[in-house]
């Protein structure tokens, strides 16, 4: 949860003169093999797993973390994750082959994402420096 918190507070939080918090209350540890919600269970929200639109669909670096990860904590169950949407993905397809004891991830990524979080610290890095070299 702590990964899509920091895509939601992250993103507003690196425009010029965006979204403000405060970093001593809200701290964030994103953990891509951490415990996963279910805003589902027990609810009304019951809508069920989203299909891909494609086989090829852009997947966050974070869920190739998770796929790569060891058994994690699933809701209330620890297993593999291993979405029942994905198992057609090209980069993720090797996970659900029976056949694989150790299947390794796709090398090279087809479909990974930019990595976003990279460019911002770039750009928050280049705006320190240019602040600092002003005096």
Known sequence: MAVAIENL???????????????TVLRLHPDPAGPQHNEQKDSWLAFGLRKLPNTKAI???SVYRRFEAGPVVLFDA?????PANMNEHVDFIQYYDPNLKDPQPANPAQCLADDIE???E???ATATRNDSSAY
């Open 59 to 61: 997947m966050h670096k």
């Open 122 to 124: 770039k750009a928050k």
């Open 78 to 82: 620890t297993g593999k994750y291993r």
């Open 118 to 120: 990279a460019r911002w």
């Open 9 to 23: 507070i992250g993103t507003p939080t690196r425009i010029p003169d965006g979204l403000k918090h405060d970093g």
